[in-house]
C-alpha cells in the first residue's frame, strides 16, 4: 500500500474505505461537526449508544455510511492522554493497519488529525508507513507461501492534510517509513529463507543484484582471497562446511565528496549455525538459518540508504559462512591466527560469530571509516538478559553507542547498553594462544563482545547483539526485520 499525503479532506471522494480519528471528547461529535451531519449524525449515535467512546485503539466500522464516499467508515479512538508516547501510537497504527488489512481494503483515506495534535505529523506518517508495510508483509521466496499468496494489487492510502506545508511534512516522513519498511522486508525474506536455498553464495549473488538495481559498487570475496589475506579465523569456521565461504562488500557512495570517510556496518551472515563439533541440541536447530540476521539487516540498511538517497557513505562488509560438524571442522582446542595477527584457542566451536567477525572487522579498517557497528545473532545470553524486546549494544566509544540508542529510541528499534571492562576481558585469556574464543559461562554477552573489542581498538566501534530481537517474540518463528530500524536511523542521523 503507497502512502499519500494530501492537503485536502472531501468527504465525497470514492473510496474503500475512510478513517477518521477522534478523541474522547464529552461531545466526539463536536470535533467533526460536518461529517457527523452529512452521515446522519452517526458519530453523535454510537456515542450515545455506547458503541464508541474514542478510547485509545478503539476502532469501530461503519459499512456502507450514508452521506459519503466512501464505502466504510472507520472511527479511531486516540484516548485522553495528553500525548502519545510512539511505543502507544505504533500500537494504535498496527491495529489499524491491521484492520484495513481485515477489510482487504485497497484504497483508504485517512483523517489522522487528532492523532497529529498528541504526536506530531512526522511521527504519525512515519510509523503509519512502516506499521502498513509491516502489515502488507508477505513472505516472497517460500516455497508454501508462493503456493499459497495472491500477487499483491497496487493499493494506496492517503493521508488527508490541513495544508501544504503539513502535506509536504508528511510525505517526507512517509518516505523514511517507507524506505525502512523496503529495507525490513528485504532482510525479512532473506532472513526466513532456508538454509539450503540462503547459502553464502546465494547472499553474494543477492548483494550483486542489490548492486545492480542500487548503483552500489560489490565485490566478493572467495575462500582463496580471504587466504591470501590471512583470514585464518573466519576460514576455519567454514572448513567443515561443503559451502564456500564469501566476504561480501558493498558500497553506498551518497555523500556530496565520494572520499568521505564512510560508515561500516559489519553483518554477521552465518547461514546455519549447528555449532559444529560443539554441536547444539537438536530441539529449535531450525532457528539457526536466522544465524544471518545482522548481515541482512546490513542489507536492509544499505538498501534502505540508497532508496532514501541518503548524503553519506556507507560500507557494509558481511562475512558469510555455516557452522558444520563435519572431519575437518574446527575442534575445541583448534588454535588459529587472524588477520590481526592475534591468535585464537577455539574452545568452542559454537562461539563462531566472533571468529568470522574478528577477521571482517579487521578488513573494515582499510576503508578508513567513521564509525563501525556490527550487528550480529552472537549470543543466546543476550536473550536471557533483554528478551525479545531489546538488543545488546556495547563498544568502545561511548559516543556511537549513545548515537545508536537514540537512534533506537526514534525508530522503536531499542537497544540498551552492556559494559566491556578489563575485568570481562580477562575472562577470554587462554592458555595457548592470545585470546580463547569463550569467556566462560558468566556475562556471555559481555565477553563476547569484548572479544571483539580486540579486533576494533582502531576505530570508534560499537557492536549490536541482535540475537534476541531479530526473530521470534511476538513474530513468532518469523524474522522481525530488526535491526534495519535502528541502523537506518543511526545513517540518517548521521546525514
Ligand atoms: N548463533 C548463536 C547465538 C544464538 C543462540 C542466537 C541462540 C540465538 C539463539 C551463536 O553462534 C552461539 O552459538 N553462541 C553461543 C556462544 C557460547 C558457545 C559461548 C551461545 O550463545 O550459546
Ligand atoms: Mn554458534
Ligand atoms: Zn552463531
Given at each position: 500500500?503507497?502512502?499519500?499525503?494530501?492537503?485536502?479532506?472531501?468527504?465525497?471522494?470514492?473510496?474503500?474505505?475512510?478513517?477518521?480519528?477522534?478523541?474522547?471528547?464529552?461531545?466526539?461529535?463536536?470535533?467533526?461537526?460536518?461529517?457527523?451531519?452529512?452521515?446522519?449524525?452517526?458519530?453523535?449515535?454510537?456515542?450515545?449508544?455506547?458503541?464508541?467512546?474514542?478510547?485509545?485503539?478503539?476502532?469501530?466500522?461503519?459499512?456502507?455510511?450514508?452521506?459519503?464516499?466512501?464505502?466504510?467508515?472507520?472511527?479511531?479512538?486516540?484516548?485522553?492522554?495528553?500525548?502519545?508516547?510512539?511505543?502507544?501510537?505504533?500500537?494504535?497504527?498496527t491495529?489499524?493497519?491491521?484492520?484495513?488489512?481485515?477489510?482487504?481494503?485497497?484504497?483508504?483515506?485517512?483523517?489522522?488529525?487528532?492523532?497529529?495534535?498528541?504526536?506530531?505529523?512526522?511521527?504519525?506518517?512515519?510509523?503509519?508507513?512502516?506499521?502498513?508495510?509491516e502489515s502488507?508483509y508477505?513472505y516472497?521466496?517460500?516455497?508454501?507461501?508462493?503456493?499459497?499468496?495472491?500477487?499483491?494489487?497496487?493499493?494506496?492510502?492517503?493521508?488527508?492534510?490541513?495544508?501544504?506545508?503539513?502535506?509536504?511534512?508528511?510525505?517526507?516522513?512517509?518516505?523514511?517509513?517507507?524506505?525502512?519498511?523496503?529495507?525490513k522486508s528485504?532482510a525479512k525474506?532473506?532472513a526466513n529463507?532456508?538454509?539450503?536455498?540462503?547459502?553464502?553464495?546465494?547472499?553474494?549473488?543477492?548483494?550483486?543484484?542489490?548492486?545492480?538495481?542500487?548503483?552500489?559498487?560489490?565485490?566478493?570475496?572467495?575462500?582463496?582471497?580471504?587466504?591470501?589475506?590471512?583470514?585464518?579465523?573466519?576460514?576455519?569456521?567454514?572448513?567443515?562446511?561443503?559451502?564456500?565461504?564469501?566476504?561480501?562488500?558493498?558500497?553506498?557512495?551518497?555523500?556530496?565528496?565520494?572520499?568521505?570517510?564512510?560508515?561500516?556496518?559489519?553483518?554477521?551472515?552465518?547461514?546455519?549455525?549447528?555449532?559444529?563439533?560443539?554441536?547444539?541440541?537438536?530441539?529449535?536447530?531450525?532457528e539457526?538459518?536466522y544465524?544471518?540476521c545482522?548481515?541482512a539487516?546490513?542489507?536492509?540498511?544499505?538498501?534502505?540508504?540508497?532508496?532514501?538517497?541518503?548524503?553519506?557513505?556507507?560500507?557494509?562488509?558481511?562475512?558469510?559462512?555455516?557452522?558444520?560438524?563435519?572431519?575437518?571442522?574446527?575442534?575445541?582446542?583448534?588454535?588459529?591466527?587472524?588477520?590481526?595477527?592475534?591468535?585464537?584457542?577455539?574452545?568452542?566451536?559454537?562461539?563462531?560469530?566472533?571468529?568470522?567477525?574478528?577477521?571482517?572487522?579487521?578488513?573494515?579498517?582499510?576503508?578508513?571509516?567513521?564509525?563501525?557497528?556490527?550487528?550480529?545473532?552472537?549470543?543466546?545470553?543476550?536473550i536471557?538478559?533483554?528478551g525479545h524486546q531489546?538488543?545488546?549494544?556495547?563498544?568502545?566509544?561511548?559516543?556511537?553507542?549513545?548515537?545508536?540508542?537514540?537512534?533506537?529510541?526514534?525508530?522503536?528499534d531499542?537497544?540498551?547498553?552492556?559494559?566491556?571492562?578489563?575485568?570481562?576481558?580477562?575472562?577470554?585469556?587462554?592458555?595457548?594462544?592470545?585470546?580463547?574464543?569463550?569467556?566462560?559461562?558468566?556475562?556471555?554477552?559481555?565477553?563476547?563482545?569484548?572479544?571483539?573489542?580486540?579486533?576494533?581498538?582502531?576505530?570508534?566501534?560499537?557492536?549490536?547483539?541482535i540475537?534476541g530481537t531479530a526473530w521470534g517474540g511476538a513474530a513468532g518463528k518469523r524474522a522481525t526485520g530488526r535491526a534495519v530500524?535502528?541502523?537506518?536511523?543511526?545513517?540518517?542521523?548521521?546525514?
Amino acid at each position: 500500500m503507497k502512502i499519500q499525503a494530501k492537503a485536502t479532506q472531501n468527504y465525497q471522494a470514492k473510496t474503500d474505505c475512510l478513517v477518521v480519528a477522534l478523541k474522547p471528547l464529552k461531545n466526539i461529535a463536536a470535533q467533526c461537526a460536518e461529517l457527523n451531519a452529512i452521515t446522519g449524525k452517526v458519530v453523535s449515535r454510537l456515542q450515545k449508544a455506547e458503541q464508541f467512546s474514542a478510547k485509545k485503539a478503539q476502532i469501530v466500522n461503519i459499512a456502507v455510511p450514508e452521506g459519503i464516499g466512501a464505502k466504510q467508515l472507520l472511527l479511531i479512538g486516540t484516548g485522553d492522554e495528553k500525548s502519545l508516547d510512539t511505543e502507544a501510537l505504533r500500537d494504535l497504527l498496527t491495529s489499524l493497519a491491521k484492520q484495513l488489512k481485515a477489510l482487504k481494503v485497497n484504497e483508504v483515506s485517512l483523517d489522522l488529525q487528532a492523532l497529529f495534535t498528541k504526536s506530531d505529523v512526522e511521527t504519525v506518517s512515519r510509523h503509519l508507513a512502516e506499521a502498513i508495510g509491516e502489515s502488507d508483509y508477505v513472505y516472497v521466496p517460500a516455497p508454501k507461501s508462493v503456493r499459497g499468496a495472491k500477487a499483491n494489487k497496487e493499493s494506496k492510502a492517503i493521508l488527508w492534510c490541513k495544508d501544504a506545508k503539513q502535506a509536504s511534512a508528511a510525505r517526507k516522513a512517509a518516505g523514511i517509513g517507507n524506505a525502512i519498511n523496503n529495507g525490513k522486508s528485504l532482510a525479512k525474506n532473506l532472513a526466513n529463507m532456508p538454509g539450503n536455498v540462503c547459502t553464502p553464495t546465494f547472499l553474494a549473488s543477492q548483494a550483486k543484484k542489490l548492486g545492480r538495481s542500487h548503483g552500489l559498487k560489490v565485490k566478493v570475496l572467495n575462500e582463496k582471497e580471504m587466504d591470501a589475506l590471512g583470514m585464518g579465523s573466519l576460514l576455519s569456521v567454514s572448513k567443515g562446511s561443503r559451502e564456500p565461504a564469501k566476504l561480501i562488500v558493498m558500497e553506498y557512495k551518497g555523500a556530496k565528496n565520494p572520499k568521505e570517510a564512510p560508515h561500516a556496518l559489519v553483518g554477521k551472515g552465518l547461514t546455519f549455525d549447528a555449532g559444529g563439533i560443539s554441536l547444539k541440541p537438536a530441539g529449535k536447530m531450525d532457528e539457526m538459518k536466522y544465524d544471518m540476521c545482522g548481515a541482512a539487516s546490513v542489507f536492509g540498511a544499505v538498501l534502505a540508504a540508497a532508496e532514501m538517497k541518503l548524503p553519506i557513505n556507507v560500507v557494509a562488509v558481511i562475512p558469510s559462512s555455516e557452522n558444520l560438524p563435519d572431519g575437518i571442522a574446527n575442534k575445541p582446542g583448534d588454535v588459529v591466527t587472524s588477520m590481526s595477527g592475534q591468535t585464537i584457542e577455539i574452545l568452542n566451536t559454537d562461539a563462531e560469530g566472533r571468529l568470522i567477525l574478528c577477521d571482517a572487522l579487521t578488513y573494515t579498517q582499510r576503508f578508513k571509516p567513521q564509525t563501525v557497528i556490527d550487528i550480529a545473532t552472537l549470543t543466546g545470553a543476550v536473550i536471557v538478559a533483554l528478551g525479545h524486546q531489546t538488543a545488546g549494544v556495547m563498544g568502545n566509544d561511548q559516543g556511537v553507542i549513545d548515537d545508536l540508542i537514540a537512534a533506537g529510541e526514534t525508530s522503536l528499534d531499542h537497544a540498551w547498553q552492556l559494559p566491556i571492562k578489563e575485568t570481562y576481558k580477562r575472562q577470554l585469556k587462554s592458555e595457548f594462544a592470545d585470546l580463547a574464543n569463550i569467556g566462560g559461562p558468566s556475562a556471555g554477552s559481555i565477553t563476547a563482545g569484548s572479544f571483539l573489542s580486540y579486533f576494533t581498538e582502531d576505530f570508534r566501534w560499537a557492536h549490536l547483539d541482535i540475537a534476541g530481537t531479530a526473530w521470534g517474540g511476538a513474530a513468532g518463528k518469523r524474522a522481525t526485520g530488526r535491526a534495519v530500524p535502528i541502523l537506518t536511523q543511526y545513517l540518517i542521523d548521521r546525514c
